[in-house]
């Protein structure tokens, strides 16, 4: 670029690595303006400010060469003297942060390379993702990761194309959208794409069989699979009951809940690939006979700690739970009745227990089955770990998220034309790692490739609805959530059946519900999948999934025990711009998470910048319906309902995302376990006092006292203690306090 008009433009700067480069004035330029952005100041002097700041450096530097922290300073100078001080204010606060992000760069990877990432996301790319020498040094810089990745993946494109330099061009494109942060694939793909060891898929379900050595090699293939650094999902429900004899020895079966304790053991011991701990989501049918022992096998905290529990509801119970009627339990060896249960009763325990510490979830397995896009391939049993990814038996998923914060222009508006190639750029890159993959077992390999599904999702949602200035907790959000989520999965679909038409349809397209609904061809059997993220949004510095704030301020717990604490950018930025941002006002809303109570916050702040605990559980359940009607496979997110929520919220919020439509919900009522990943606001020692009391209270829904009425689920007499009835036989528990 020409210089700008009425400067006469110092020819050299000297770059903070000592190299001299050419002076660029219009890089001066750009700088100003972010800072005018930030505080979403007019910017119409912008051309009059760049002259002022070039002319005052050929003076000060007129025999030498300036380094870009004069320049800078010069800047922050010429700011001040011409009145903008919010501007020069956000400049400052800017080179402050780059400075602390160049100090966290250079003692991880020794290099000053241009990131996009926060400095914790740097300290999380540290701790898991980037190589490391035999001694455990980091010798790989993010861009490098992200290089690595991007390669890696592209390089499959010589499978398809005869050109030579076919996945240059499509792995800088990948590499964009990861150092953009626009898209991010799960993080067996940032882990080990380009590595010998190669296990990219983060979802993986297992068959439990019905015989000791299927059992055994269940365990040895979950080892492998953690070990690669995936998660693995279980049923149960093949196994048969407590009690039975045992044909081959003549011993007498100990039942699923035994051997899941047996599974929990040994991912105890196994780490993922050395990076995080293995996850295994269990999951036992409502209609099996040992269907009470596994919802309470997690009502003591720390007990099962390696598994997610879901009961698997049937469209059967539920008509039963409607009627309040009984319902056959079954039995998996034969198939057939082999007693009674009512509804309400078990239902009233699961609710319970979810209550009290926030399991077992539920899935509505039929529900999932009525989506199953390749039901020639077998029926579902069970989920990945976090429930979003319904899989058959031996089969796997890669997932990747579009950070939808990203996709908001300049104007706060969203930009559905960068959407929808980012969309279809991503189901590229998905498409691509089903190829590179390296399975960790033949029968994954073939099942995956068969069917060749893929999870693109989101994260960032509740970040987009802040810039579009969108409540939450309204119609409009479940409006556009609809909106978006199709226009996501059209444009998903869209970019399967093109890949298809050059790569060919996934193997068994014929007689899968793609071919039954018309179409002539179909890359991927599922295209899109709603994850939590976790990690991956923390890199990414966006909101997790689909999820709302968690709070304003709070702090999160994740790889091993080290504490990270965030504190909302949106709302910062927003308050400063507003006018009513303070030290002490951050440190006010650090103690509450919340802005709700605070009556220095205007009225149309605090109804957009509302937490997941200022929403009701119903707009909870609403979003994720919404999101659920266009999506493939299903939705993670957490119900999460305030310390004061009742056992009749809990039940309210299971028959409600039945009825809309979801395939499956988890609730979580706070402080219902000590230990919780998240935090909202700084808790004092009262806080932390009143909440171990209110733990114990909890716990005497499951002591065991005086004898009392019949329990309605086996009939046994239950003990009671101030008001809460617990049967010893089979944990039913019922509280009326």
Known sequence: MAPLKNTKTTRHVRKRDGSVVKFDDHKIKEAMKKAFVAVREPYTELDDLTIHVVNNVNTKFAKITPTVEDVSDIIEAVLMEDGYHEVARAFILYREYRKKLRGVQKAVVGSGEKTNLSVNAIRILESRYLLKDPNGNVNETPNQLFSRIAKAIAAVETKYSKKKDASEEVAKKFYDMMYTLDFMPNSPTLMNA?????????????????????????????????????GTGFSFSRLRPKGCIVKSSMG??????????????????????????????????????DIIEFITCKQREGDMSNFNLSVALTDSFMKSLESDSDYDLIDPRHQEPSGKMNAKSVFDLITNMAWTNGEPGIIFIDEINRYNYVPNMGQIEATNPCGEQPLLPYESCNLGSINLANMV??????????????????????????????????????????????????????????????????????????????????????????LAEKRGSFPAFKGSKWEQSGFDKMRNATVTTIAPTGTISMIAD?????????????????LDEKEFVYVNKYFEREAKTRGFYTDELMYKIAKEGSVQNIPEIPEDIKRVFVTTHDIDTEWHIKMQAAFQKYTHNAVSKTINMPHSATIDDVKKAYLESYKLGCKG????????????????????KKSEDDSEE???????????????????????????LEGCYTCPSCGYSKCSV
């Open 194 to 230: 380009g590595t010998p060891a190669g296990q990219l898929s983060a979802c993986f379900v297992l068959p439990v069989g019905d015989s000791l050595i299927d059992i055994f090699d269940g365990i040895k293939y979950t080892a492998i699979i953690h070990q690669s650094g995936g």
């Open 252 to 289: 007498v079966s100990s039942g699923p809940i035994s051997f899941m304790g047996v599974y929990n053991k040994a991912t105890d011991v196994i780490k993922q690939g050395g990076k995080r701990r293995g996850a295994n989501m269990g999951i036992l049918r409502v209609d099996h006979p």
């Open 409 to 498: 222009d300049s104007e706060g508006k969203i930009d559905w034309k960068k959407l929808k190639e980012t969309v279809e750029w991503s189901v590229r890159f998905l498409d691509n790692v089903i190829d590179a993959n390296n399975y960790p077992l033949a029968q994954i390999d073939k099942v995956t490739k068969s069917s060749r599904k893929i999870g693109l999702g989101v994260m960032g949602w509740a970040d987009m609805l802040l810039q579009l200035k969108i409540s939450y907790c309204s119609d409009d959000a479940v409006y556009l959530a609809e909106k978006l989520m199709k226009f996501i999965t059209d444009a998903g679909v869209e970019a399967s059946v093109a």
């Open 542 to 558: 966006a909101s997790s999934g689909i999820e709302p704030l968690f709070s304003i301020a709070y702090t999160k717990i994740a």
């Open 665 to 684: 919900i988890t609730v979580y009522r706070e402080g219902s376990r000590q230990l919780e990943v998240l935090k909202r606001g700084v808790k004092d």
């Open 694 to 720: 209110k733990q114990k209270s909890v716990q005497k829904t499951i002591v065991q006292k005086k004898a009392s009425d019949l329990c309605p689920v086996c009939k046994s007499k239950m003990h009671a």
